[in-house]
């Protein structure tokens, strides 16, 4: 049942970096804001540049990211609405890496919160927008979609879009920190359906790897 699965925040999202460089409002280059900043108090001071600005693209970029910091404050109320924003520049705009990564921003939000169904459909919409040429983040979000499937009780299917996101994470050489996040759902969707064997299998290996990033700090 959902109660048992808390929906423990995986902080899953990707950003892309373009070249760019013009300063938006004299006081954040674009580039900047295209990167991944949320961890740096500077970003909630994109409220002010967001209620400005009339640019749909200056828009999109400040409200991601301050959906990003909120959700790492665990205001997910406010994340939330944010997302939603940046989720609405992105259809406007007509970039589909913007509206898919916007689509997994929100999946994530909701998947914090044990709202899996409406998490699943997001991550099912980015999956379908996603340009063809990212491959590893085409698995990420895959993952993300199996986790939702095997909270939502089909853990079948849910396993099978989790092994394919490790084989390509795999594939592509991907670092162990991408890893972590397949193995760890596939041990608790094997457990799901009884095969003790194959979860003890990927727990462990997602031990190794938390080992490892922990050793490599």
Known sequence: PNSLWPGY??????????????????????????????????????RPIYMR??????VRLSAYHLARALE???????????????????????????????HNQMGNILTCQSYFAEAALHYGKALETLPGEYPLLHALISDNLGYCR?????????????????????THDASPGFLIYPHTDLCLGHLELGQMDRAIEH????????????NAE
Not at 205 to 214: G, P
Request: proline share 4%; aromatic share 10%; glycine share 6%.
């Open 203 to 214: 727990g462990r290996m997602a031990l190794e790897i938390a080992r490892f990033q922990s």
């Open 53 to 58: 600005s009339a640019d749909p693209k200056t």
């Open 150 to 170: 095997i909270a939502l009780g089909d853990a079948a299917e849910g396993v099978a879009l989790c092994s394919g996101a490790l084989d390509i994470l795999e």
């Open 72 to 102: 790492l404050q665990k205001d997910f109320s406010k994340a939330l609405f944010y997302a939603r924003i940046a989720l609405d520049r992105s259809i406007q705009l007509r970039r589909a890496d913007y509206t898919a990564s916007s």
């Open 9 to 46: 925040p995986k902080a899953r999202f990707f950003h892309h970096i373009y070249t760019g460089g013009h300063f938006l409002n004299s006081v954040v280059p674009e580039w900047w804001l295209e990167q991944n900043r949320t961890d740096e108090p500077e970003v909630l001071q994109l």
